[in-house]
């Protein structure tokens, strides 16, 4: 038969998934910036090359 102990400590797992969610994200909005980076210069690039397609 399991110990009686006292409840368990979940405030520790709440702040623990709020800081990986905020870590998650902060990864998540760094890569799109840089996918809308390479694509703006993709972009100026294809422009440049083929001026009479604008």
Request: charged content about 45%; proline content about 4%; overall charge positive.
């Amino acid at each position: 038969m399991p110990k009686k102990t006292k409840q368990k400590n979940t405030k520790n797992k709440a702040k623990h998934t709020k800081l990986m969610q905020r870590k998650l994200n902060k990864v998540r909005k760094e890569k799109e910036a840089t996918k809308a980076r390479l694509k703006a210069i993709v972009r100026k690039a294809n422009e440049s090359q083929n001026p009479s397609d604008s």
